[in-house]
């Protein structure tokens, strides 16, 4: 890629930002948008301030928000996660202020003998790696700013995490002692119960072994049962429901006009409403309610009665209790009586709880080989597609479409975007696959899956997008050498790295125009909505619905994130003038984020801030590989003094241990000083026992069943609930 | 080494060892001897049974007693070692009676083409070496059976491990759930407290600490104080005190004779009582200790006021609630508030309390960097010794001893023992310096320093003695070669062991007849009593400090037997001769022992068999390092299908780690089922917290000075006990 095509590109994706904005504050202002635009608010019950807004009033209610007010409107999880968005700013605006100033000029006026063989990418030298280090010629005394560079930038980052961590742990410290009366905090979940012993019911067995243990603090327990085929009726009788009201709606339309006495709506019962018998819809779904209503009751008591589990949660008298018995060892082996904090009532994974130790243990490294599988394989298709897509390829495999190519307006926009987006509509296919996989592992809580796949799609999108892209073809030419010393892949990652920089600027570039532009502009659940709102749906149920704007993905954001984490950090030294393409990333992405968290996304589940230490740990292991790459460089330059550099990856995993050893602990169980001072008046014990009845047992439809009766079911079940 | 030297040494050994069981019988009939042969059972107040013993009885009282006897007399600790002497001695012998029937003829009656080059012993063809893999040439058919033999011990090992880890873990929980009330039960260690604050004092920022938290089941709490002047005082205080009663005892003693006025013992004054002034030894101990004891009472005084440190011990009602509190996360940070379960307080080791959480981090890796230096530096002495004890050597580098050496009887015995003496006397000076780095670590119990000792000296062991034996000569020589290619050391490593197997039959069996031979008859001490009694005791308290038997030092017994273990299970397959040998070690020191834990020895600590996890591990270790030899000399002997040894390291790693998951947690900490049932009536918590007193504060011989006054001065630095 040359330099005018990647200003091309550059121009573009700043184009398409701009009109994304203009799209935004257009929309934004009609009253009829505000259920794409302020949900949050919304459904907190918050007014939609209209009036007199200009298109920089977003911008400064973001910038004037506290951290308070994110937490209140979108969680700790959201809060931590701008710490993470403006930690990695900060580190970036510290390393550019020494790094552009410094290296730019020392760069710039190098005279370099190889210049034609060292700097260029895809061998057309340009000006934009006159500033990179590639620019200074072997062994130069001018490469001692660049390593200089590399410790600025090292104890930039180990200072800034450090504060960020400090700063996060006390987030999650104010949120669990907060005196609301949180479910989870007076719950634990109990796995690997043994087998029921004769004469006994499981709930007998779970309340004896905890009654003899806890004593007074004790209250009751809940024994986890296979809700599969309730929840199956369950949402069947549910789609009944809403296919019924639904109905009624559109009847009650065909009344207001001329004919008073209506069309009854009419639909088929086979495949997809496609085919089959016309039947009457209000008279077919209220038969079928009729008709799934006692066979949900008798399921539910079934299930109740013969479908329970070797798991159980267990509540507490009060908090403190609760988290002394989850970090306690019960039983005299870890295979029974597991014991662990619970998770939020939303976020329990149901299926997962009755998996027995060993197998999880076992599933979860049969799950880690196959990641490690399906990263080594992916690396092939991504070097095919990254080769394929060069211009020369594509004329040349599709020889129809040169005359499109070969005009050079379009020719310079394909050569810009072509590999980016191949790139990213890639990436696209693969985070639900690594969600399944990690549900498999049988993680007991949605928040756990999510920052696990998060960890898996990160260790992908680095290896395969940064070091296959940058290793490239390079890789495969060589291929054999490398088979026979793997010692040379470090030097020969410093070698391609240069070329490929302008590649990673599009690619950042990219990201933030384009990306953040859609983010904030929310054209397509915007189109989505009008489309439904028009054509599909007729009751206000339905309407909440098609508008209800989900939470922000941390599943693929965060590993997108950290992707560009990586890359930057691994230029800032050899070519600074990414920096400030982080910077607007970032920036960009903590302004439009702020504003989506505040008026937009709701969060579905709270966790604490336990993505932190996640994000924490892979933003050091992007720096250790950033160090790693130095090394490889500027052993490329044959710089005498290169050694030098051998200290910083050392340090960054000393860090890592320090950090581990001194606050990590804190994330995996909660201190008991913590939740040392109690809950406000007396908690409500009984609400948070029924907090945790699975909604299959609990529709608000059915009255036949209530909460009283699935534990009235549990007590005939064998045993006396004290 | 050739044949008959090696039965040489075997008879000789075996000659020694009968004379050590003649000398045991004969002397421990003597009354007289009771203290030294029965001191366990005089401590316990049970009777020495005199009357009718045959030389056989002891044995037969050792193998009718049951494990229950052993926890009585010298408890769990001891019945742990017992467990592992026996797991060790089954999986030997189950190995052996497959592997010597079906080894041995296959390895005797192979016909080998190139025994001359590969199968001797030091270039000299002898017997041993028919019955070993070595006689088996390459490639051949034959060792098939030789890798079914891999695989059966490997099996048998792991089969047995798992039987004893559970067997261990039972008697632990039927220790630590016993009724009889246990101080360490009670409490539990605070280290890293924060500075106090302004205006508060140490004991009551750990009390109100406590008391937030624990609420009713808090009891009070100890400061730990810098003990280091008061002991030194109290010391120098004892000293005199025995020096007198030892002066009046003479004195006494000859005032019996003719002159009923008696002689007043004289004593000099200076440098260990060779110089200085004569004085009157009573009267001066009189007036030191008038001069000590007030000066005793205000350094007490002093330490509880003002060298008050950053750690206590803290006491709670009820042992479910220490248990329970020692296992949970009180502090926002681990390095702040760290609770631990509290050593036995015999065991505490109060200099070390104080160490703040990542000084301890610290010296930890400091110490094992110093450790990996010694056992890599010691290999050179090693080496040299092992080079300069040859005959050959001897005679030329003592040219003066010629006439001795040269004697034909002197010869053989020499060229047997010399080697194995060397390296048993080189070992001997080691244990001490390794307890010092392990205490140095900042560890709080001795317990926990006896198994970071026996750890090291393990490694210690393997590293020199076994492998720096084995590749010994072959590796100085090649040491080039190896530099430059690591992966030659594993063959290496095969292809010596063949030749070294009769040093090691010789080693083992010098081990077990006369190292045991010694240990059953107790000859040394019983020559340090008498000559003690005879000269120097004049009081019952001076006696019965002469014959007070110590505890089995398992800092050096257990490395030494994992030592054995590792050479047995690496020759097993190899040279299965040396199996009857491996067998006869842990037979009679399972026997020898069992004599010495219920007669003899009296354990100092007792720590609920924490011993065994490291145990079991090291046994893998001494596996994993045999399945490597084997793979190494199977390559030498280019078996083609030597491939399939590949899993069995594995399977060690995975038999590791299952056996880590599932029973470790209950070592490191107490499960809550185990001391859900309380203790027989009410616990006596003032005789629990007067426990932890330290003796420099508790004499029996000054009253100015009891537990009430302690605890008082406590009080009135500053805060009301409860």
Redesign the interface.
């Given at each position: 890629m040359d330099f005018s095509s990647f200003l091309t590109s550059l121009g573009t994706s700043f184009i398409i930002f701009v009109i994304l904005m203009l799209v935004f504050n257009w929309l934004s202002k009609k009253p009829s948008n505000n259920v794409i635009y302020y949900p949050n608010r919304i459904i907190k019950g918050l007014d939609t301030p209209m009036v007199g807004r200009t298109p920089f009033t977003w911008m400064k209610e973001c910038l004037s928000s506290t951290e308070a007010d994110v937490v209140n409107m979108a969680g700790v999880d959201t809060a931590v996660y701008f710490v993470f968005l403006s930690t990695v700013l900060w580190i970036l605006v510290v390393s550019g202020l020494v790094l552009l100033p410094l290296l730019l000029p020392i760069a710039g006026t190098a005279k370099n003998v190889t210049s034609k063989s060292q700097s260029t990418s895809k061998g057309t030298f340009n000006d934009l790696d006159k500033l990179s280090m590639g620019h200074v010629k072997r062994g130069s005394p001018r490469l001692w700013a660049f390593l200089i560079a590399t410790y600025w930038v090292s104890l930039v980052t180990f200072y800034l995490l450090w504060k960020a961590y400090k700063h996060v742990?006390e987030l999650r410290?104010v949120a669990l002692s907060a005196s609301e009366e949180k479910p989870e905090q007076f719950t634990i979940l109990v796995r690997d119960i043994p087998p029921v012993p004769e004469g006994q019911t499981r709930k007998k067995q779970v309340d004896s072994?905890f009654k003899?243990?806890h004593g007074e603090t004790y209250y009751r327990s809940m024994v986890v049962t296979d809700n599969k085929e309730v929840n199956q009726i369950w949402k069947e009788l549910n789609g009944y429901q809403r296919k019924l009201s639904h109905a009624e709606a559109v009847f009650a339309t065909s009344k207001t006009t001329g004919k008073p006495e209506g069309t009854r709506p009419v639909s088929k019962i086979g495949f997809l409403g496609l085919i089959g018998k016309k039947v009457d819809t209000i008279e077919y779904c209220n038969e079928k309610i009729s008709e799934l209503v006692p066979k949900l009751e008798s399921e539910q008591k079934t299930t109740i009665k013969d479908k329970q589990q070797a798991a159980a949660l267990v509540f507490f008298n009060n908090r403190?209790a609760a988290?002394?018995?989850a970090?306690?060892?019960?039983?005299?082996?870890?295979?029974s009586?597991n014991v662990t904090e619970a998770p939020e009532p939303c976020q329990v994974i149901w299926s997962n709880l009755h998996m027995k130790?060993?197998m999880r243990?076992v599933r979860q490294y049969i799950i880690y080989a196959i990641v490690a599988l399906t990263i080594f394989f992916y690396m092939i298709p991504i070097g095919f597609i990254s080769a394929f897509t060069t211009l020369k390829n594509l004329r040349k495999l599709l020889p129809f479409m040169k005359p499109v190519i070969d005009q050079a307006e379009v020719k310079t926009v394909l050569e810009a975007f072509l590999p980016q987006i191949a790139l990213i509509v890639f990436l696209a296919l693969l985070p639900k696959y690594l969600m399944f996989l990690s549900k498999a592992e049988g993680i007991p809580s949605k928040s756990h899956v999510i920052r696990a796949t998060s960890g898996k799609y990160f260790y992908f999108s680095v290896l395969n997008v940064f070091i296959g892209v940058t290793l490239g073809a390079t890789l495969f030419s060589t291929f054999k050498t490398v088979q026979k010393d793997t010692s040379t892949l470090i030097p020969m990652l410093g070698e391609s790295l240069p070329a490929n920089a302008t590649f990673f600027l599009t690619f950042v570039a990219l990201r933030f125009f384009v990306g953040y532009g859609l983010e904030l502009s929310r054209l397509i659940p915007l189109i989505i909505y009008h489309l439904k709102k028009k054509y599909l749906c007729k009751t206000e149920a339905e309407l909440k619905e098609a508008w209800a704007p989900g939470d922000i993905n941390y599943a693929t954001r965060v590993p997108s994130d950290l992707l560009i984490v990586t890359i930057v950090l691994c230029y800032s030294v050899i070519a600074p003038i990414i920096i400030p393409f982080g910077v607007a990333y970032f920036g960009l992405g903590w302004l439009i984020l702020r504003n989506q968290a505040l008026k937009v996304y709701i969060p579905t589940y709270e966790s604490y801030g336990r993505m932190w230490p996640h994000m924490h740990k892979r933003v050091l292991v992007a720096l250790f590989i950033s160090q790693i790459t130095m090394i490889g460089f500027f052993g490329v330059k044959k710089f005498p003094y290169s050694v030098l550099l051998i200290p910083l990856p050392i340090l960054t995993v000393v860090f890592t241990l320090?950090c581990n050893?001194?606050?990590y602990?804190?994330f995996d169980?909660?201190?008991?000083?913590?939740v040392?001072c109690d809950v406000k008046g007396t908690p409500d014990l009984e609400l948070i026992y029924r907090s945790y009845i699975p909604p299959c047992f609990t529709s608000d439809k059915i009255d036949v069943f209530d909460a009283h009766q699935f534990e009235y079911e549990f007590a005939k079940a064998g045993t006396s609930v004290v």
């Amino acid at each position: 890629m040359d330099f005018s095509s990647f200003l091309t590109s550059l121009g573009t994706s700043f184009i398409i930002f701009v009109i994304l904005m203009l799209v935004f504050n257009w929309l934004s202002k009609k009253p009829s948008n505000n259920v794409i635009y302020y949900p949050n608010r919304i459904i907190k019950g918050l007014d939609t301030p209209m009036v007199g807004r200009t298109p920089f009033t977003w911008m400064k209610e973001c910038l004037s928000s506290t951290e308070a007010d994110v937490v209140n409107m979108a969680g700790v999880d959201t809060a931590v996660y701008f710490v993470f968005l403006s930690t990695v700013l900060w580190i970036l605006v510290v390393s550019g202020l020494v790094l552009l100033p410094l290296l730019l000029p020392i760069a710039g006026t190098a005279k370099n003998v190889t210049s034609k063989s060292q700097s260029t990418s895809k061998g057309t030298f340009n000006d934009l790696d006159k500033l990179s280090m590639g620019h200074v010629k072997r062994g130069s005394p001018r490469l001692w700013a660049f390593l200089i560079a590399t410790y600025w930038v090292s104890l930039v980052t180990f200072y800034l995490l450090w504060k960020a961590y400090k700063h996060v742990l006390e987030l999650r410290f104010v949120a669990l002692s907060a005196s609301e009366e949180k479910p989870e905090q007076f719950t634990i979940l109990v796995r690997d119960i043994p087998p029921v012993p004769e004469g006994q019911t499981r709930k007998k067995q779970v309340d004896s072994y905890f009654k003899t243990i806890h004593g007074e603090t004790y209250y009751r327990s809940m024994v986890v049962t296979d809700n599969k085929e309730v929840n199956q009726i369950w949402k069947e009788l549910n789609g009944y429901q809403r296919k019924l009201s639904h109905a009624e709606a559109v009847f009650a339309t065909s009344k207001t006009t001329g004919k008073p006495e209506g069309t009854r709506p009419v639909s088929k019962i086979g495949f997809l409403g496609l085919i089959g018998k016309k039947v009457d819809t209000i008279e077919y779904c209220n038969e079928k309610i009729s008709e799934l209503v006692p066979k949900l009751e008798s399921e539910q008591k079934t299930t109740i009665k013969d479908k329970q589990q070797a798991a159980a949660l267990v509540f507490f008298n009060n908090r403190l209790a609760a988290t002394s018995a989850a970090q306690t060892l019960h039983s005299k082996m870890l295979d029974s009586w597991n014991v662990t904090e619970a998770p939020e009532p939303c976020q329990v994974i149901w299926s997962n709880l009755h998996m027995k130790f060993f197998m999880r243990e076992v599933r979860q490294y049969i799950i880690y080989a196959i990641v490690a599988l399906t990263i080594f394989f992916y690396m092939i298709p991504i070097g095919f597609i990254s080769a394929f897509t060069t211009l020369k390829n594509l004329r040349k495999l599709l020889p129809f479409m040169k005359p499109v190519i070969d005009q050079a307006e379009v020719k310079t926009v394909l050569e810009a975007f072509l590999p980016q987006i191949a790139l990213i509509v890639f990436l696209a296919l693969l985070p639900k696959y690594l969600m399944f996989l990690s549900k498999a592992e049988g993680i007991p809580s949605k928040s756990h899956v999510i920052r696990a796949t998060s960890g898996k799609y990160f260790y992908f999108s680095v290896l395969n997008v940064f070091i296959g892209v940058t290793l490239g073809a390079t890789l495969f030419s060589t291929f054999k050498t490398v088979q026979k010393d793997t010692s040379t892949l470090i030097p020969m990652l410093g070698e391609s790295l240069p070329a490929n920089a302008t590649f990673f600027l599009t690619f950042v570039a990219l990201r933030f125009f384009v990306g953040y532009g859609l983010e904030l502009s929310r054209l397509i659940p915007l189109i989505i909505y009008h489309l439904k709102k028009k054509y599909l749906c007729k009751t206000e149920a339905e309407l909440k619905e098609a508008w209800a704007p989900g939470d922000i993905n941390y599943a693929t954001r965060v590993p997108s994130d950290l992707l560009i984490v990586t890359i930057v950090l691994c230029y800032s030294v050899i070519a600074p003038i990414i920096i400030p393409f982080g910077v607007a990333y970032f920036g960009l992405g903590w302004l439009i984020l702020r504003n989506q968290a505040l008026k937009v996304y709701i969060p579905t589940y709270e966790s604490y801030g336990r993505m932190w230490p996640h994000m924490h740990k892979r933003v050091l292991v992007a720096l250790f590989i950033s160090q790693i790459t130095m090394i490889g460089f500027f052993g490329v330059k044959k710089f005498p003094y290169s050694v030098l550099l051998i200290p910083l990856p050392i340090l960054t995993v000393v860090f890592t241990l320090v950090c581990n050893n001194k606050f990590y602990c804190s994330f995996d169980d909660t201190p008991l000083e913590v939740v040392a001072c109690d809950v406000k008046g007396t908690p409500d014990l009984e609400l948070i026992y029924r907090s945790y009845i699975p909604p299959c047992f609990t529709s608000d439809k059915i009255d036949v069943f209530d909460a009283h009766q699935f534990e009235y079911e549990f007590a005939k079940a064998g045993t006396s609930v004290v």
